[in-house]
């Protein structure tokens, strides 16, 4: 039986204010070691811990409570001047909060929590007590930094590569400290299990000697038994202003009097009223039904729009516990909180987004003496923006770090057999830039339980593939790099250009579509034996629709849509056009034939394929200008 029956409700009520106030602690944390005597900061935080126990002692979660009040206490003490913050007593506060997160996952679970690690209330108490904070008697090694797919550019000929630190990782999504490796581990053999968890890998090989004690951490121990370690399970719920719900709301009435409008016209005109007024206020109805249900249709897309600083509100603590842990200074620079993405989408990119800011701090900066050797400051800088542009959301990850170098890319590219050496000459340095993406691509020539496998970047790009996303990376060696993450608003609605082929119609994204222009025999000329046209002094491919779906063409094309699809433009010669559209596309079940994204239906009520022109365009060589006018 639950140990919280009767109280699901409250439960869940307090897990997600809680939650939520947990991170804003973290982050303030995080300031406070910038600015360890703000006293805004100090109090701000102490707030924080002071409302999570008291819902933590309504609840009954002593575990909980008594956590949390060592560290108001030991708060209490800071902002009135008789504790002085150090980075040893930072740590330990950061392993509450910490501990504090695995409380929430048992709770989650609507289990008691185990009490917290003994060494961390240990350490807690000694800071009340105004003792050094006990630590362990040698210290922590740095973890290994390898050489990264953000930091090739001025690593030597095989430098390391890692994939992800699972450990790590693991420790960010549980809001827990990144847990430094273990100094008397022993040594593994190649393919041996180094870890007890088949899901997590083990950490890093040290290399270096840490700046900082090994930090009291909750331990595996004191967690097992009373919850799993980490809730997997997605957040079902959503916060949505009200203003956003009392327009939906009105609308919802609008479009019930207006259906009621119609409804009455419709009996009038079936007993025989056929005259010019009953047909124009019908007419009028449906165009206001119209407009109302398009209306409605944007506010309720609304209602799932949330800001993404709530997640980039995570980052900052991951940031500041990898640099911690690998000795370096950087400071993670976030701007365009307030920009809002679908909320099932902002989920979504936890993962990537967590890969790409950890290889930013953990490989794409330097160390601080590699640092002053290239004559830049101490402090790294790591950036996180998001901006909407249009229709489209665009998130970057830019670093101050080493850059990457393409020609180590495409050498390595070559050494792992992902391309030939002849392919590899063909490529200028920004397709070289784009290896990273691919599967297997690895810098490291052996492999162990954390690296070398070269499934890091390709997963990043997948899971924003399946946002209907792009990913980009730019970089200049010595200067930094930066990783661009391109998405649509939402991936309900699609606004789509709907072309005709033969008696068949399909959609285009318009976010593809440029313009339409008319195709003449006598305009269309062969270069180097293709299919091209000059539209404004520019010379363009002409593809046909027919041909890349793998058609006969029945006739000569008469338009042609001109289209931006990666870093190409190019015309697509088409039969006719249907019209502009916001369609729901609808996945195929149980099959994914090449280049289709999925279907919708039409006004009509026929089915309507909606292009993947990207996968069209990569599947299929260039026409030939007699191939494609072959039927004229």
């Not at 794409?364 to 959301?393: C, F, Y």
């Not at 002409?542 to 190409?568: C, I, K, N, T, Y």
Request: aromatic letters at 4%; hydrophobic letters at 45%; proline letters at 7%.
């Amino acid at each position: 039986m639950s140990d919280f029956a009767g109280m699901e409700e409250l439960l869940q009520d307090f897990l997600m204010e809680a939650g939520e106030l947990l991170s804003q602690v973290d982050n303030k944390l995080v300031e406070l070691e910038k600015r360890p005597s703000d006293k805004d900061l100090l109090n701000d935080i102490f707030r924080g811990f002071h409302t999570i126990k008291g819902g933590a002692g309504f609840l009954n979660v002593d575990a909980l409570v008594s956590l949390c009040h060592r560290t108001e206490n030991l708060f209490d003490k800071l902002r009135n001047g008789e504790l002085t913050l150090n980075p040893e007593l930072m740590d330990s506060i950061l392993a509450a909060t910490g501990s504090v997160r695995t409380m929430f996952d048992a709770l989650s679970q609507k289990v008691l929590p185990s009490a917290a690690d003994p060494a961390l209330i240990a350490a807690l108490e000694a800071a009340l007590n105004g003792q050094p904070v006990p630590a362990k008697a040698a210290p922590a090694p740095r973890a290994a930094a390898p050489a990264p797919l953000a930091a090739l550019a001025a690593e030597p000929a095989g430098a390391a590569e890692e994939d992800i630190n699972w450990d790590a990782l693991h420790a960010v999504l549980t809001g827990a400290p990144v847990p430094p490796p273990a100094v008397a581990a022993p040594v593994s053999p190649p393919g041996a299990a180094t870890h007890e968890e088949p899901a997590l890998g083990a950490a890093p090989a040290a290399q270096h000697p840490a700046p900082v004690q090994d930090l009291p951490t909750p331990s595996r121990a004191a967690t097992a038994a009373g919850a799993p370690v980490q809730n997997l399970q997605k957040e079902t719920t959503i916060r949505i202003d009200t203003a956003r719900l009392d327009q939906v709301l009105n609308l919802s009435g609008e479009i019930g009097l207006t259906k009621n409008r119609i409804a009455n016209l419709k009996t009038q005109i079936l007993h025989g009223a056929q005259d010019q007024g009953t047909l124009k206020a019908l007419d009028l109805a449906v165009s206001q039904l119209d407009l109302l249900v398009s209306d409605l249709q944007n506010a309720v897309m609304k209602t799932r729009m949330q800001p993404i600083g709530r997640l980039f509100q995570k980052y900052p603590r991951l940031a500041r516990d990898l640099a911690r842990q690998l000795g370096k200074d950087v400071e993670l620079v976030i701007t365009g909180e307030e920009t809002e993405l679908d909320k099932t989408m902002i989920e979504d990119l936890n993962d990537p987004l967590v890969h790409l800011v950890r290889n930013a701090v953990d490989h794409g900066v330097e160390l601080p003496e590699e640092r002053a050797a290239s004559n830049k400051p101490s402090k790294a800088i790591v950036t996180l923006t998001a901006s909407q542009v249009g229709d489209h959301i665009y998130i970057e990850i830019s670093d101050d770090g080493k850059g990457m170098r393409p020609d180590v890319i495409r050498r390595k590219a070559v050494e792992k057999g992902i391309i030939d050496g002849e392919t590899a000459n063909g490529l200028d340095d920004r397709q070289s830039l784009q290896l990273v993406f691919l599967p297997g691509f690895s810098t490291k020539d052996e492999i162990s339980s954390v690296s070398g496998r070269g499934v890091g970047m390709d997963v990043v790009k997948t899971n924003i593939g399946k946002l209907n996303g792009k990913v980009d990376v730019l970089s200049v060696p010595g200067q930094g790099s930066t990783f661009t993450i391109s998405l649509p608003l939402t991936l309900a609605i699609l606004p789509v250009l709907v072309v005709r082929l033969n008696t068949q119609s399909f959609a285009v994204p318009l976010s593809m579509v440029r313009e339409i222009i008319p195709i003449r025999v006598e305009e269309v000329q062969r270069v180097s034996g293709r299919a091209t046209m000059v539209v404004r002094d520019e010379v363009l491919p002409v593809r046909s629709l027919a041909r890349l779906l793998g058609w006969e063409p029945r006739q000569a094309p008469a338009f042609g849509v001109l289209m931006h699809a990666a870093d190409s433009t190019f015309i697509l010669a088409v039969d006719g056009f249907v019209g502009r559209d916001d369609v729901v596309i609808k996945p195929l079940s149980d099959i994914k034939p090449k280049g289709v994204a999925g279907a919708t239906l039409s006004g009509d009520g026929s089915i309507v394929l909606v292009l993947d022109m990207e996968e069209l365009l990569s599947e299929m060589p260039a026409e030939s200008a007699h191939n494609l006018f072959a039927r004229i």
